[in-house]
């Protein structure tokens, strides 16, 4: 008989039972027991994937100065579970998913993943949200210490561009019918909360904080919070508490409109120079909508940074009205302006007059990584433009500076945006410059951008010889699939060939299988169809790659009756992914014969997300059923 107990109070839905034929292996961190299980096929993946556990249950403990609470932590890898991972109490659930190889590894890091999830021990077991309105400081803390951790392994660039990410993640959610408040007590089923509100916003919004605080002030409120309020149930209102009381400022306004209200500033800029002043005007004009409960003015702090002829200079300003206009003193024309330097504020921004030689400037100089990728991201766009116009010579000063973001950026995520920009220029240098780096940069994210980039360069017996030797060289799983997509761009009338001979190379969880599927859904062959169809139905294949038949399948344009006709069947397969992938397909597919079945499943759907989605394919809940 075997007996557990844990003598530390916390919520019953944390609770689980793991069984099954495990490997398991042991280590130990600061006198605590840790194990990591997963299925005896992928042994040899296991210690590479939770080899960071020590380190990351130091840093929290760190951070909240509050040791890891439970007395042991272990982390299972279980087949077929629905999400990334669960925090059960000392007892981590995860996707077998994040198990994977060397070329795997180059990929993804599922660090990212193993830290939002030993995260919650704290924010989320130790401390639990009262009710689901406030879920928010479960998982907003979870992935706000994710961030954290980020930057202390791989530093302020790559914390910098997580936070941006997950702040656009955030505001590509909070629009139209999706704009919310972070508390909230309207859903339908707690799932409905589980979106980016939770997650990356609520994040973006404690980074806010920090910003308006100061990291030592922000850090002691943080650990005042944990400390006060471990084992208990917390609202949005305990954590306002902590903070006030730690930095001795009234925080009504921050919390009313940005955790009880809705949206984010939407600003419209534009500077002028007065030289015989010497000084630069700044106009800022915020522009969202507030019919919805947007704030018409959010009132924030931001920084401003201006460099001109004798340097950088920053000016932190607060903003409080709709429209401002700022003047500051300069050492002649100014070379850039940056609003919101560090990129605090979760934000739409538009520059009205903001012209090539001062995106130049800040791609090749700024010292914040977010506006470099900006930047260059923005030069891409007007490189095609101007390619367009054949103004060739402003095309290639624009790809002179890109290929030195390419060539010097220390920013992979800045390279990466580079190598996407320079597949708009369409220039000789720039497709020389993408092929020595789609083969030498240390990033597999760098090369995988750099073969994506190349496609837009036509057919070229050399291009698709650079894309087979990507694939042969084997980098990665997704560096062989970017260097496979090109032969098929590059060589279209040998594309089926080639990628229906790869189909049977072995990887982890079949990803590459997947990802050639889904490019060969992409192809005008006779016999697309029937491949897919028949990599769909092998259940010998990972979840993964057929769903990615499934999905693929469902774009075709021929045979669309027959095709989705087909993919009904899988909603009744064993597999999560598979059935998403069929309800994805069918609600955007709409035929009679979809409506029907998905109405006949609706009652089934195992989540909230797949029962929105039916809903929404059928146009409103009220069909549901009928």
């Given at each position: 008989t075997e007996r557990w107990s844990m003598t530390i109070p916390h919520p019953s839905y944390l609770v689980t039972l793991v069984a099954g034929e495990f490997k398991v292996a042991e280590k130990e961190w600061d006198g605590l027991p840790l194990q990591f299980l997963a299925e005896p096929r992928y042994a040899q993946w296991i210690e590479p994937l939770f080899a960071k556990t020590p380190d990351i249950l130091e840093f929290f403990s760190n951070v909240t100065q509050v040791r890891y609470p439970y007395p042991k932590y272990s982390q299972a890898c279980v087949d077929n579970f629905p999400w990334g991972g669960m925090e059960n109490i000392s007892a981590t659930t995860l996707t077998p998913l994040a198990l994977t190889d060397e070329r795997g590894r180059r990929d993804t890091d599922s660090g990212g993943l193993l830290a939002h999830e030993a995260a919650h021990q704290w924010f989320g077991d130790l401390l639990t949200c009262k009710d689901w309105s406030h879920i928010w400081l479960n998982e907003g803390f979870a992935t706000y210490m994710t961030l954290l951790y980020l930057e202390k392994t791989d530093g302020l660039d790559a914390f910098r561009i997580g936070m941006r990410d997950a702040q656009d993640r955030y505001v590509e959610k909070d629009r139209g019918a999706g704009r919310r408040p972070t508390v909230t007590s309207l859903w339908r089923d707690p799932e409905d909360l589980m979106d980016e509100h939770a997650y990356a916003g609520a994040a973006a919004r404690l980074n806010l904080l920090r910003f308006i605080l100061g990291d030592g002030v922000f850090q002691d409120g943080l650990r005042a919070y944990v400390a006060a309020n471990a084992g208990r149930s917390v609202v949005t209102a305990d954590f306002q508490r902590a903070m006030e009381k730690v930095s001795g400022r009234g925080l009504d306004?921050?919390?009313?409109?940005?955790?009880?209200?809705?949206?984010?500033?939407?600003?419209?800029?534009?500077?002028?120079?007065?030289?015989?002043?010497?000084?630069?005007?700044?106009?800022?004009?915020?522009?969202?909508?507030?019919?919805?409960?947007?704030?018409?003015?959010?009132?924030?702090?931001?920084?401003?940074?201006?460099?001109?002829e004798g340097g950088t200079v920053s000016h932190r300003v607060d903003l409080r009205k709709r429209r401002e206009v700022f003047e500051f003193p300069v050492a002649g024309r100014p070379i850039y302006v940056r609003f919101d330097h560090g990129s605090w504020i979760p934000k739409e921004v538009t520059w009205r007059n903001r012209g090539v030689r001062e995106l130049l400037a800040i791609a090749h100089e700024d010292d914040d990584v977010t506006g470099r990728r900006e930047a260059v991201r923005a030069l891409g766009e007007r490189a095609g433009t101007l390619y367009a116009q054949r103004k060739l010579d402003e095309v290639e000063t624009i790809v002179a500076e890109l290929v030195d973001r390419l060539t010097r950026d220390s920013s992979k995520a800045v390279r990466?945006?580079?190598?996407?920009?320079?597949?708009?220029?369409?220039?000789?240098?720039?497709?020389?410059?993408?092929?020595?780096?789609?083969s030498r940069d240390e990033e597999a994210s760098v090369r995988e951008a750099c073969l994506d980039a190349l496609t837009a360069f036509g057919v070229s017996p050399d291009l698709a010889a650079a894309g087979r030797s990507a694939f042969d060289e084997g980098y990665s799983w997704r560096t062989m699939a970017a260097g496979a997509g090109l032969v098929a761009s590059a060589a279209p009338n040998e594309a089926y060939a080639y990628l229906t001979e790869k189909l049977f190379i072995d990887s982890p969880h079949d990803v590459?299988?997947?990802?050639?599927?889904?490019?060969?859904?992409?192809?005008?062959?006779?016999?697309?169809?029937?491949?897919?169809?028949?990599?769909?139905?092998?259940?010998?294949?990972?979840?993964?790659?057929?769903?990615?038949?499934?999905r693929a399948l469902g774009k075709r344009?021929?045979?669309?009756?027959?095709?989705?006709?087909?993919?009904?069947?899988?909603?009744?397969?064993?597999?999560?992914?598979?059935?998403?992938?069929?309800?994805?397909?069918?609600?955007?597919?709409?035929?009679?014969?979809?409506?029907?079945a998905l109405r006949e499943y609706y009652p089934l759907a195992r989540s909230s997300q797949e029962r929105r989605r039916i809903e929404r394919a059928l146009s409103s809940p009220g069909l549901v059923g009928s």
């Open positions: 306004t921050f919390f009313q409109q940005w955790f009880y209200g809705r949206g984010y500033p939407e600003f419209d800029l534009d500077w002028s120079f007065d030289a015989d002043e010497e000084t630069i005007r700044i106009e800022v004009r915020q522009v969202q909508g507030n019919a919805d409960g947007t704030p018409a003015v959010f009132q924030v702090p931001v920084e401003i940074v201006v460099r001109d990466a945006a580079a190598a996407e920009a320079l597949g708009k220029a369409a220039s000789l240098e720039a497709r020389e410059r993408l092929l020595t780096a789609a590459l299988r997947g990802y050639l599927l889904t490019r060969i859904g992409e192809l005008e062959n006779a016999g697309v169809d029937e491949q897919l169809r028949r990599w769909a139905n092998d259940e010998s294949s990972d979840p993964t790659a057929r769903a990615a038949a499934i344009p021929r045979d669309r009756v027959a095709n989705h006709r087909f993919v009904l069947r899988f909603l009744e397969d064993d597999s999560f992914a598979v059935r998403a992938a069929a309800v994805d397909v069918l609600a955007d597919y709409g035929g009679g014969d979809a409506r029907r």
